[in-house]
């Protein structure tokens, strides 16, 4: 083991073991703003920090769409789609058919009323050419009126048995369900109105008789029923409300549809644009009538806009603007109207349209005690970061 008593050479670079060194001058100055570009470099994150904090605080955004009043166009009858004569985006008139419906059992209920109605109506001629007597037992046949009757019958009992096992397969709905039965108890009703019609113009009978007048009461009956299932299979063929367009079609051929089931989206002719916002909830605070915004389209076109409803709802913000929001996901709902008169030359509208929507910071009270905790936060939360990284 050896032991040196040698000093540690000094810190001063211009002595070397005691001697002092006569360097010479820098022949080249360093700028000083390269000194400066280091620094901004190394500083920017803190510098992009309270910048970003600064302007979120003067201005809040939120994601929004273009959106146009809509009418949704319902089935008024009950049945499958058989035809559908539009498609997505086509262009309608008021009263142009969007679709058609059947329905076997209205269709199959209306031939039979009108072949008993042609067959007593024949009996009613009978009667008044004999002289008010009834008619012979042959001269009404219902054998072809009561076969059908039949065979709709067993065709119905069959589809309720096919339904009620996709049913319990989970691959039918109870509504469903439900309206095969309707249509079975409405064939069996028939078959013993056919019976019951059958016994009574059949039936001789006595010289006092009032068969005449029970035939023409129920030939007024079927007339009046009959009128009411051609206004239901007039029913079946849906038709467009107002002009416009078809934003959405919901159905394609063969849907089981019930009454009031949605057919299509219909956005009408001259319909009026708004906006629907998604302000942040941290910024619910905004969602107020007449809280006054500008909106900024794609294209960097700027319109003035006010809230003009609150539907009092937080919904999924739509995935197309959900980056404007950064993790949150909801946003408060609003819905605003344009301030500024509509020109005649600025640029059509187009529905679903995205757009952001910048409100004006509330400097008032309550604006002003959020704005101070928000800053306070955040400068104890830079203080702590310093603190533990030194």
Do not use: C
Request: no cysteine; net charge neutral; aromatic share 6%.
């Amino acid at each position: 083991m050896k032991v040196r008593f040698v000093k540690p050479e000094a810190g001063d670079p211009d002595r070397d073991r005691g001697v002092r060194v006569p360097y010479a001058p820098g022949k080249r100055n360093q700028a000083r703003w390269r000194w400066y570009l280091i620094l901004l470099v190394v500083g920017s994150p803190f510098l992009f920090f309270v910048a970003n904090f600064l302007y979120a605080s003067v201005l809040i955004q939120a994601p929004g769409f273009v959106a146009q009043e809509q009418l949704t166009v319902r089935a008024s009858s009950q049945g499958y789609v058989d035809e559908v004569y539009v498609k997505a985006f086509d262009q309608v008139r008021q009263g142009d058919p969007v679709a058609r419906l059947a329905n076997e059992a209205l269709s199959t209920h209306a031939d039979q009323l009108r072949a008993e109605l042609k067959q007593l109506q024949g009996v009613a001629h009978t009667a008044d050419s004999q002289g008010g007597g009834a008619a012979p037992l042959d001269s009404v046949d219902f054998t072809n009126e009561l076969e059908l009757a039949r065979q709709q019958k067993e065709r119905l009992a069959q589809r309720v048995q096919q339904i009620q096992q996709l049913a319990s397969d989970g691959a039918a709905t109870e509504g469903e369900l439900n309206a095969a039965r309707g249509q079975y108890d409405q064939a069996s009703s028939k078959l013993e109105e056919l019976y019951r019609t059958m016994a009574m113009t059949t039936r001789p009978p006595p010289r006092n008789s009032s068969s005449g007048l029970a035939v023409q009461t129920r030939i007024l009956a079927i007339q009046t029923e009959l009128a009411s299932l051609d206004s239901q299979l007039e029913a079946m063929l849906v038709r467009a409300p107002k002009g416009g367009r078809i934003v959405d079609l919901s159905v394609v051929k063969g849907d089981q549809l019930a009454i009031g089931s949605k057919v299509a989206m219909l956005a009408p002719e001259g319909g009026e644009m708004h906006i629907d916002a998604y302000i942040p909830p941290k910024n619910g605070i905004y969602a107020a009538p007449g809280m006054r915004a500008t909106v900024v389209f794609p294209d960097g076109t700027r319109r003035s806009a006010v809230v003009s409803d609150v539907p009092q709802v937080a919904t999924e913000v739509p995935k197309a603007q959900s980056a404007l929001l950064g993790e949150a996901e909801m946003g408060v709902l609003v819905r605003m109207q344009f301030a500024d008169a509509r020109d005649t030359g600025q640029r059509p509208l187009t529905d679903g349209l995205p757009v952001k929507v910048e409100f004006e910071h509330r400097w008032n009270s309550r604006g002003s005690q959020q704005f101070a905790t928000q800053l306070q936060r955040t400068w104890d939360g830079l203080r702590s970061t310093l603190s533990r990284r030194t």
